[in-house]
């Protein structure tokens, strides 16, 4: 157990860096192919000893969400503390909410992968990565990635999961023109037309940051244009990034409405969120790869 009575951590946006989906299953999911890294800006999750579990949120974006049942962050802490047999775990969790909502980044599964860790080493729970990973699919498919916090492709619907140690360090911008793109209505758009298929590219023989630039850009995210029908002011955050000073790719991040560019260097990522202002946006540099998410004691 713990000898703090509160740790706090990162809960870091995750990005697609490609993103391939194929036709709907009969059960409703559908079956994708997708390369992922995790950036070194996102939400703050807090976890306090307490009498009972309790969730409060704030933040930038906070007022947008509420501490419903159905919060994916209490909904994984009822699974673990189920699983060890003590009910809902007695932590208070505070949720600074620095990402926006409905944003493609994983915000949700990525807030109850931090709460999971930390609640799990607060109360010293006796539990294997591999178990913290599978109760994590209470905060849905992506759950497992973004307890991981690392570079990884997923296939299946999200939850198989493969570390890529090769992808290099990449510097790129976060923009979001600060529009929901509803995960939903975006795949229900997808289903609308004819799918392609979960395709898994050939790995690059040459894993330099360049080379890989080079390499996403012949990759795709199947959501984008879907995306784009049900949100069209995606586009002029694309457009924006398109001419950014010194960027190398720009494409969407999940069901978006983020876009992200990449850049050859961290001043030049910095150069272009600072230029990137539109009405409503929200733009951050960031380093994208493992960030740093040990929890850390609240003093």
């Known amino acids: 157990m713990s000898e703090h009575d509160a740790l706090t951590g990162l809960a870091p946006a995750k990005i697609n860096l490609l993103l391939h989906v194929g036709p709907v299953r009969a059960d409703g999911y559908h079956p994708l192919v997708s390369l992922t890294a995790f950036a070194d800006v996102g939400d703050r999750v807090t ?19 509420h501490a419903e049942d159905d919060n994916l962050i209490l ?15 007695p932590v208070a969790v505070t949720l600074d909410k620095r990402l ?11 807030d109850a992968g931090a709460a999971l860790r930390l609640a799990a080493r607060l109360l010293g729970l006796d539990l294997a990565q591999a ?26 619907v999200g939850e198989t ?43 690059p023989g040459d894993w330099s940051v360049g080379a890989v630039v080079d390499w996403l850009a012949a990759q795709r995210n199947d ?10 002011g995606i586009e002029g955050a694309l457009a924006a990034m398109r001419a950014a000073p010194g960027c190398r790719l720009t494409r969407m991040s999940g069901s978006g409405a983020t876009v992200f560019g990449l850049f050859d260097d961290r001043a030049a990522a910095i150069e272009a969120a600072f230029a990137l202002d539109g009405p409503g946006w929200w733009s951050r540099p960031v380093v994208l790869g493992a960030p740093d998410i040990e929890p850390r004691a609240v003093i």
């Open 223 to 232: 959501l984008e244009a879907p995306a784009l029908s049900v949100t069209p």
């Open 161 to 203: 999961l493969e570390d890529e140690p090769r992808l290099p360090t990449l510097h790129g911008v976060l923009l979001n023109p600060g529009l929901p793109s509803p995960t939903g209505a975006v795949y229900r758009a997808y289903d609308a037309a004819p799918a392609p298929q979960a395709d898994r590219p050939t790995t």
């Open 131 to 156: 178990e913290l990973e599978r109760l994590s699919l209470a905060a849905g498919a992506d759950g497992p990635m973004c307890l991981r916090a690392r570079p990884a492709w997923a296939s299946g």
């Open 47 to 65: 976890v306090r000893r307490a009498e009972a579990l309790s969730l409060e949120i704030e933040g930038p974006f906070g007022a947008a969400l």
């Open 75 to 89: 909904k994984a802490l009822r699974a673990v503390g189920e699983a060890v047999g003590i009910g809902p775990p």
């Open 100 to 110: 926006p909502i409905a944003s493609g980044l994983g915000g949700g599964s990525a």
